[in-house]
């Protein structure tokens, strides 16, 4: 077949392009949606936690945790 | 322990595939014979390659799990057809795209450069099947790398067999033709299928550190548990829950 003019072939690109980007969008949403639960899962098992020991402190910081992001804790 | 290293390279990959497809776009010259179109060529066929490589990788992953029945390699089989299988999709899409655009059809059954990619999609289109099949968790790890190994052992002799049997096809033959490339489509097409293999490995690591994550969480869970039996409930799975 003879090449298409840029009119007609400009579509096709643009679809085979806004397929690959709307399956990595999706793979990400799928990833966001897992860390959330793992996120909800972690605080779950914190609670547990918590219940589980009423009198316990918090387990002090690691040494090589001095570039933790802060947490509700330090909040407070 | 997988996510080490990510956040370099995640900015790497932005980069790398900003850059590649900016060379796509505003580099390249438009093919003499396909004109616009063939810019898909420089998505389409490193989404391929890299499926393909990825299915192979999780051949080589099982056939390391067989060898020293660690549960990590399991996972990073597991994980890498996975990420195969969404990109050969890709592939898929968007040789069809290219296909409609260039032959005038969407699927050509008898080019055997097409039929052979989606034979190779459909089998490995069973991997998870299998995997949910199992309950047995160590069955299905073993089962799973048998599986990946044959597989992946597939690929390349089916990507032979299909280059010796045709002599005439009408699917374009990248790898036999890229010394005749212009260096502008070459360079391009070589960034482009470097941009989508480190796509591949970066989200071959976020998926790593996030079923790693899952793991331990539910180790920690099960350590918490007690005499707790809702805590302890695993949901059945085709992916790898044991490290």
Redesign the interface.
């Known amino acids: ?1 003879p ?4 009119d ?3 579509p ?2 643009a ?3 806004l ?2 980007l709307a ?2 969008l999706v ?1 990400v949403g799928i ?1 966001a949606a ?2 959330q639960r ?1 996120e909800r ?2 605080s779950e ?1 914190a609670d ?2 918590a219940r ?1 020991r009423p009198g316990t402190a918090a387990a002090p910081a690691d040494d090589d945790d001095r570039t933790r992001e802060p947490v509700e804790s330090d909040v407070r | 322990m997988f996510g080490r290293g990510l956040k370099f390279l995640s900015i790497l990959t932005v980069v790398l595939v900003i850059g590649a497809f900016a060379l796509v776009f505003f580099y390249a010259p438009n093919d003499a014979d396909q004109g616009f179109v063939q810019k898909i060529f420089y998505l389409h066929v490193p989404l391929a390659i890299v499926a393909l490589a990825g299915f192979v990788a999780g051949g080589v992953y099982g056939l390391r799990y067989l060898r020293s029945g660690d549960n990590a390699h399991d996972l990073r089989s597991y994980v890498a057809i996975h990420l195969s299988l969404i990109l050969a999709v890709g592939a898929l899409i968007t040789g069809s795209i290219w296909a409609r655009a260039s032959w005038g059809h969407w699927w050509v059954w008898d080019e055997p450069t097409l039929v052979a990619f989606l034979i190779v999609f459909l089998l490995y289109a069973c991997y998870q099947p299998l995997r949910f099949s199992i309950e047995d968790r160590e069955r299905q790890a073993r089962y799973a790398a048998v599986f990946a190994v044959v597989a992946g052992a597939f690929v390349p002799v089916n990507f032979m067999a299909v280059r010796f049997a045709q002599a005439a096809v009408t699917h374009p033959r990248v790898l036999d033709s890229s010394d005749s490339m212009p260096g502008e489509m070459a360079l391009t097409f070589l960034l482009c299928l470097a941009a989508m293999a480190l796509l591949f490995v970066t989200l071959w690591k976020y998926e790593l550190a996030s079923k790693h994550a899952s793991i331990r969480l539910r180790q920690l869970r099960r350590q918490l548990a007690g005499d707790d039996d809702a805590l302890l409930a695993v949901p059945r799975s085709a992916a790898p829950q044991e490290l």
């Open positions: 077949m090449a298409l003019p840029l007609d072939a400009g096709y690109v679809a085979a392009y397929v690959f399956l990595i793979y990833m897992k860390l793992i899962e972690v098992l547990l936690a589980r």
